[in-house]
């Protein structure tokens, strides 16, 4: 995840935690975290392709 170093044991954690939100249909509150996060680190490009395509899939 663009939100954590490569290797960090946390990604697991971040990723439950936002897996378990979608399966109680919380998915609206998962994107507004991501892209809260990924705007207040400042990625752009490359960097935020990933969390910009979690984001569509989850609004689409």
Known sequence: MCFH???D???ED???VQAL???ACHS???TET???QVDNAGLKGDRRRGADA???YLTG
């Open 21 to 23: 939100a979608i399966l």
């Open 5 to 7: 170093e490569s290797g």
């Open 54 to 56: 979690c984001v569509r």
């Open 28 to 30: 609206r509150r998962v």
């Open 34 to 36: 991501i892209t809260a």
């Open 9 to 11: 044991a946390a990604v």
């Open 14 to 16: 971040w990723g439950a």
